[in-house]
């Protein structure tokens, strides 16, 4: 019984890393996007604020 429980805490841990993992992937991706974004807005800014 006490297996039986191990197994299940250890597979609950795993599918928590696994959907953790997967999380942290998204939002580097969106972070990246984000900051090429930002970097996209300041560069129109500046080209802008030169005209």
């Not at 019984?1 to 805490?9: A, E």
């Not at 795993?14 to 090429?36: A, D, H, P, Y």
């Amino acid at each position: 019984m006490l297996f039986k429980k191990n197994i299940n805490k250890s597979l609950a841990q795993r599918v928590f890393f696994e959907n953790f993992i997967i999380f942290s992937q998204k939002l580097s991706i969106i972070m990246k996007t984000l900051r090429n974004s930002l970097s996209v807005e300041t560069l129109l800014k500046s080209i802008y604020s030169k005209f």
